[in-house]
Structures are given as structure tokens and as C-alpha cells.
């Protein structure tokens, strides 16, 4: 069993950041999408390749972008709870004898 456990918290928190900002990426792809979407109706474009377009984006692509974001929200938080363990647990720790 190893003497010491370490966790490089500045580390972490650069993780978290990073997951974070991977989150607001795909959330402001996903903004920009729509947004090429509404363009492309308001214009008439309907014709099979606009209809395709919204289709594959409203069936395939959004529900996939939502979710890979929301995850990486999660993951952030996971991270962030965990450094708050760390942290907790070098507070409160026993010295080994």
C-alpha cells in the first residue's frame, strides 16, 4: 500500500475549467446550428436538401450535441466535487504512524 496518496489540485481545477469551456463550446455550436437552421426555413429553403439538413440535425446531431454538453457539465462537477473531497480529506487526515 503506497504511503502517500497525492492529487495535484491546480491540476484538477485546470480540468475542470476545461470541461467546462468544452461544455459552452458545444452548447454555442448547437446555438449556431439552430440558428443555420431558422436562416435556411425563413428563406424557403425546403427543398429536399434543407429538409434533409433539418431533419438529420432535429434527429441525429442535436440530440447528440445536448448530451456530450450536459456530460461535460457533469464531468466539471464531478471534478470540482472531488477537489472539495481532497481538500476535505487533507483537512481531517490522521497522520500515518
Do not use: C
Not at 481545477?13 to 440558428?35: I, P, Q, V
Not at 450536459?70 to 481532497?86: P, W
Request: charged share 30%; hydrophobic share 35%; proline share 4%.
Amino acid at each position: 500500500m503506497p504511503k502517500s496518496v497525492h492529487m495535484d489540485k491546480p491540476e484538477l481545477r485546470k480540468l475542470a475549467k476545461s470541461l467546462g469551456r468544452y461544455g459552452d463550446t458545444l452548447k454555442e455550436a448547437n446555438t449556431a446550428l439552430k440558428g443555420a437552421m431558422r436562416i435556411l426555413e425563413s428563406v424557403g429553403w425546403t427543398t429536399i436538401i434543407g429538409g434533409l439538413f433539418n431533419d438529420t440535425y432535429l434527429e441525429q446531431i442535436q440530440p447528440n450535441v445536448d448530451k456530450l454538453m450536459n456530460k461535460m457539465y457533469e464531468l466539471q462537477g464531478d471534478v470540482i466535487l472531488a477537489i472539495g473531497d481532497i481538500e476535505k480529506g487533507d483537512r481531517y487526515r490522521k497522520p500515518r504512524a
